[in-house]
Each structure stands twice: as structure tokens, then as C-alpha cells.
């Protein structure tokens, strides 16, 4: 085996900086979780603090240089796949000067702050003085990031999230979907019409709710030992892949919300758990993409927890918990879990509502980042595109309409897509286990869970950031992303 | 105003140390209070790489000119204070050789990782072969410590926890309360042989219990809004000034201990959220001394916890927790409270017993560490001394003898002393609080405790550290350290 000097110093600076994000992810997870309101202003200087120094140790000169003599060396197949993530995120951090890091952060977190208020406030006007400037950040960024990479604006701000996903594959996607998906909504509407179905009785008592959140992590294999399960105002999966701290919220009048949610999150857990240990600290260890990421908690929180025979395992833990109704009986709960209904808000949609609140946003989303319409233009967007996609009037209602979502307040444009590509890839992953495994529903329906996890676990945890994502999908399923298998999914369960 | 540039530039130097420090804190209380087990390794990592960044910004070459230039830069007193307490951190940080800072570490998580299997196997030859090289270490810290202070080595290990503390004056306060305690102790606990008790019956649910502490918090005037309660294996006061994080521990057969624990974490949490804020982030407005520090805690679990005026606040709030029952009339639970009983554990002890096991850990710490005895000296010497002050057999029980505490396993040497300094401290504070509001009992039984924290805010909490400890006491007691109020606290309360 050949000397590595440049390769071995540069896992040597990934391992440190993945130490101190351990830290930065733990106060993350802190400051939603558990933080008192007082503590924000220390924590916010803090987390400051140490996002300079990460910064300063990615844009550290020296890199550059053992970047390039390392990419001399001779490197195994698997050192070259994670030469390459470091280039990549090398790439992304020296591509931005610190004024454009800075004024981004003090735009990012001026909106997000105010629109905490201007949110329930129903106040787009007031938003939108905020919300200009981190428009005219986000294109400055775009434009930047697309000169060093060759990638159009959009493209490049999606780079953050998805590498390799561009808009034309997006508009091929989205625009397949955008013709079928209507009127397949309508067909599952009137199907779903006849259907008899019992509403479930509250209250639900938090901690009934809790209990049966943590006995169905465990069905779904999450690990307690290296993670936890905290209550926070918006559900996510934070932590290490040491040590997951997932959150989700209750409410006393409604339990499958905080139960599909943590069913959710556990498919992020999961993944982040399961990632290779043998690399971890190494940026080929972390997750593929945040498609990938979705793809995990879709197929935990779609495939899984709309499967009749998983619900139907659901249904007596369901009954243990909070007593029996006729509403857990496994057919109705499997109605309830299933039901379709064009709503407003995107994070209380179905499966199969779910695409049109994301081929809404990334088309506003792409046309604002590449300056064909300007922030002022987004409410009239917005109402067209629900009428059309959803049928539902939204004038005026901005709360429930272009203020629902914390993304663009930060300036995250191009992450919406990851979520749909995300359900696309969990049909496939699917698709796929049931090609190799014929008798995996029967499984399911008998509480085997192992197969799926097993497959899961080979073919796209522990491969990690090991190859591209399209490569990374031809070796789970034998094609790169095909929207056919969601459309089938979506038939096969909802028709 | 003349500039200032060395120093102003120190003072940025020590903010940045004081927002890392932030990140550092939090995930010490998370590793105790809610990390589960698989965490450990990499938090210790994260938490490793994090101590060694902070040493190498304590140990830049370029302090130590920026020091020398701000001492000749013309500042004001409070800027001379700080730059006073910015030198003592830079020497404590400068004084050792990274190759010995890593030897200490690596020794003493070695040494506390076994111990905590050791203790309950009653394994003290186990434990001799890590703490060996645990005392080898320190005494070569305590070599280099010395030389650079002039101060003997055992001072200057303890100079770390209390600054100007010298174990000439120990041996002085020390040897003072060894003639009067034993005899004491026996006065004591025959006054007390001949008074009624009733016990308190059990079980107390943990909720109800959890539920109380808070109250008592509240009373105590813990800020929720900047701090937690949680719970771990030992409890302490963690995170920090900003959003303190406390912990206690439950037992559903006795909610004495998780009281009275509280308590006195609520007097650490007081203190920290009470240090100045407009100096915050400077060594200037950190905690005075650790010695102080106790005697906050002491100040609120022993001068008020065991007052009988607040005693009789407390009943009702422990009746309405777990019922009424005749353990809880006020005299009777003041009794229980105040009750005198040698035993084996330190933190079990009671006020009066207490310093006994702290006189006990110092003489033989000392002359570990001035090399007059070895480690594998300690059981015979630990058996002697607990038969001449508290009358108990020692011997073969390790278990609850030298193998109870964690302090030595780490290296903790010299900290000790400072629970029996804040615990004088602490009848010194009370002892100029009468002086100068002769009515503080009758406020103290009417539950008016604001004159109490009014006092401590005034002459402890935002003096933080701009004067040293003997300057403090003058200026808040109008006397250096005197024992005879101590003395005089345990004659007033017990005989």
C-alpha cells in the first residue's frame, strides 16, 4: 500500500470538524427541544461563534493544496469516493465570500424571526420587507455558486440538497406528475366518498401518546440506546449518527399526528443510525441527500405506515393505549391513515396531495432564484396554482398560503423537491424488495419488519455518500429515479 | 478615556472562549442528564477536541505580549480586575505541557470509567492499578503549578478550585474544628436521642416529588425562563449564567434527598444567573472560587433549609405534594430535617457530621500529593480517621469508604476543602445578614425571602470575581474567613 500524506491530513481535518459539529448539532438540538426561552440569546452567540470557526477551518488555504496533491495519490476506489465529498464540500464552502455568509445569516434569521409573528399575523406585506432581501442574498449566492460549477442558479442552490438533481430532470419529473395527479386525486376522492369511516374519540392523554410513539420506534427498530425521543414546536430528526435525537409534538385531540410523524422521523433516524460506522467522521459516512434522507422517513411514514398489514399491527397497540373504539379497528384506521382531502397546509397533507404542494412551491421557487418573478409576485402565484393543482381558493390567506413554510425565510430554495423525489425513491426502494422478495407484504402483514430493514440497511444506509445518487439507486434497484413506481404505488393502494 | 488595544483585543479573546465554552458546558449536563449510553464515545471524542481547541487558544504565544501590553495600558479598576483573572487563567492554561494535559485526561477518564464497576465490587485493589498513575500525574502538575506560583504543590492544585486558599490555613481552620466537632457530635446527637420523630411513610411518587422541587425553586427564586431541572446520577448545576441547568434524583421511598439536593443546586443556579451580565463572557464575572460557590449552596440547603422558620414554609408544600401525615407538622419535620447521625457517605451527611468527612479527605490528599504517603496507604489511613472522628468502623468497606467519591479519580485534588470553606462562609454570610436586618428571622419564617437573596445579589452574586475571596468577605462581612460563626450556627442550632 502506497503513502496517503495528503489524503491521511485531510480525514485528519474532517474528523475534527466533524467533533465540533457533534457540539453544534447537540445545541441545535438543545436549543428546540429543551432550551428556556432566556437561553436564546447566548446560544444564539454561540452557535454563531462556532459556525465561524467551522468556517474558517473549511476555507482554511491549506486545503486547497491537499486537495489537489491528494487527488495525486493513489487512492482505493473508497478513499477516492470520499475524496470526492470533501471536494464537494470544500467546494461549497470556499465558493461564498464571508461578507455573503454573513449578510446571508443576518437576512436568513431577521426573516425567520420576524415571520414567527407575521405568520399568524396573516402579515405578507410585512414579510415581504424582509423577505426582498433574502431573495436578493439567496440570487447573489445562486450566481456564484452557478459560475463555479457550471450549473444554472436554481440548479445550484438544489446542489446544497440534492447533488446531481437539476431542473430539467425536475421539470421531466414534476411535469409527468403534474398531468396525472389531479385527476387522479378526484378518482381517489369519490372512491374514497363511499367508504364508511369512524372518527376516533379523544382525548388522547399525552403521555398514552408518548408510550406508543416509543413502543412503535422500537417495532421500527430504533435504537434507544443511541438516541431519544423529545417533544419540540416542529417535529425533526437532529443529533449525530451516535446518538439521534428525534422530536415530535402532541396534541390531546388528535394521536395519528404525532404518531405517522414519528413513524417519519424514525426513517431519518434509522438511516442516521445505521450509517457506516467504520467512516463516520469521513463526509462519505453521512447521508447521500436529503431526497435520500425523505426516501427513509417516506418509506417508513408512506410505505410503511400506510401498508394495511403494518396498520393492522398498529391497530392493537393503538387499542392498548387508549382503549378500544370502533374507530381502531385495523380497516377503519387503515381509512384514516389512507384518507385523501386537498388541504392548505403542506406538512398535513397525504401521500398523494402531498406532490402538489411541492410542484407548486418549486416552480415559484425556481422562477424567483432565476429572477423571472420578483417576491411581490408570489400571492397571485400561489392562488393560481392551488386552484389548478388542488382546486382550493386561497386569496387572501396568506398564513395558510405563502407564509405556511419556514424554508424560504432562511432562504432554503431548492430543498421542496427533495421531499417529493424523496416519496419517488421509497416507490422504488419498494418496488425493488418486492421484486427480489415476492412474500414481503405477507411479512409485513405478520409483523416481520427484519426484510425491510435488511434491505434498507445494505442497500442505502450503510452505503451512505459511497457512490452518487443515481449510482446509488442502480445499485438498490437497477435504474436511476423512475416516478413510474410512485405512480403505481399510488394506484395499487389508492384506486 | 485613554485606548485601551491589548485589552480590548484580551477581552475579545475571552469572548470567543466564553461562546465555545457555551457548547462545551451544554453537552457536559446532556452526557449526564440525557445522553443515552452508545453517545459516549463520540460525545467524549467531540468533547476531547473541544478542550483541546479551547487550550490552544488559551496557549497562543500571542497572549502572552497582549497580556504584558494591556498591564501597562491605563484601565480602570473593574478593567484591572479582569485583566487580573484573565492572567490566572492564562497561567493556569500555560503552566502545563500539552503532552501532560493529554496524560491527565487520558489517566483520569481511565481511572473513573473503571471505578464506576470497581466501587460496587468493592474493588480497591482494581482501582489502585489506574489511580497509581492518576496520583503520578498530579503530582507532576502539582511540580509545575508549584514552581510557576511559588506556592507548596498541594496549594497549588487546590488553588485551581479556591485561589489564595493555602493548606497553612486550612491546617489552622482545620485543626481548630477537629478539637470542637467530635465532642459536639456527641452533644448533639445525645439532645437529640431524647426528642420524638416521627418518620415520614412512603412511597413518594417521583411526579409528585418533581413537582415539589419545582415549587420549592420557585419560592427559592430560580429563573425557569434561564434554567432547567432534570435529573441524573449525581446531581449538580450545570450549563451556563445564561440558562443554568440544574439536576436531582429521585427515590420514591424517601423525598428528603431530592428536596434538600435541590435546594442546594438552586443556590449554585442563583448565583450563576445572578453574575453580572454586562461583564459576562469575561473571567471577571465568572463565580468567585468554588469555596464561594459552596457557600451559596450551603447558604441556601443548610442557613435556610434547616431554619426552622422555613422549615415550617416548607411543611404545607410537602403535605399538599403527598398528603397529610404527622412526619410532616413542622417541628417534627424541622427534626428530620436537622437530624444528627455520623455516617459512612459524604453527601449523606448532615451539617454537623459533614466536616468530618471533608477533614478526613484533605489530610490524606495532602500528603498524597507532597508525596508522604502513597495511594496504597489510604484504606488504613481512612479507617483510622473515621474511628477518631465520627466513631465508625471502616474497615474492608471500600465500597463506602476512599473508593465513594469521584473527585480523586479524576485527579480532583484540592476541592474538598472548599465544601467545608463555603459551609463557614456560608455562617459568616448569615452571621452579617442578622447584623444588619435584626428581624431576618421573622422574614425567613413569614416566607419572605427576598431580603436573604437581596443580600447575597448585593455582596456575592454580582460581585462575581472583581475582588479576590478575602477582599469579597471583607466587603460583604466586613471580615476575612472566621470559623466562629460557624461554630457559633452549629452551637445555635443543635445544643
Redesign the interface.
Known sequence: MQATPAYDALTRTYT?LH??G???A??GW?QAA??????N???A??????AA?LHRMRTDPGLADGIARAEQEALSDLQRANLREIRRDWQRANALPDSLVQRRQLAGSRCEHAWRTQRPANDWDGFLQNFREVVAVAREEAALLADCSGLSRYDALMDRFEPGMTSVELDRLFGDLRQWLPPLIVRVRERQAAQPLVLPQGPFPVEAQRRLCEQVMRLLGF??????LDVSTHPFCGG?P??VRMTTRFAEDDFLGSLLGTVHETGHGRYEQNLPREW?GQPMAEARSMAVHESQSLSFEMQLGGHPGFVACLAPMVEQAFGAQPAFEPGNLHRLITRVKPGLIRVDADEVTYPAHVILRYEIERALVEGEIEADDIPALWDAKMMELLGLDTRGNYRDGPLQDVHWTEGGFGYFPCYSLGAMFAAQWFAAMRRQMPELDAHIAAGRLAPVFDWLRAHIWTQASRWTTDELARRASGETLNPAHFKAHLEQRYL
Open positions: 475534527r467533533h465540533l457533534h457540539l453544534q447537540l445545541a438543545d429543551k432550551m428556556p426561552p432566556k437561553g440569546a447566548a446560544r452567540a454561540a452557535l454563531s461563534e462556532m470557526l435504537d434507544f440506546e443511541a438516541g431519544r449525530v451516535e446518538d463516520l
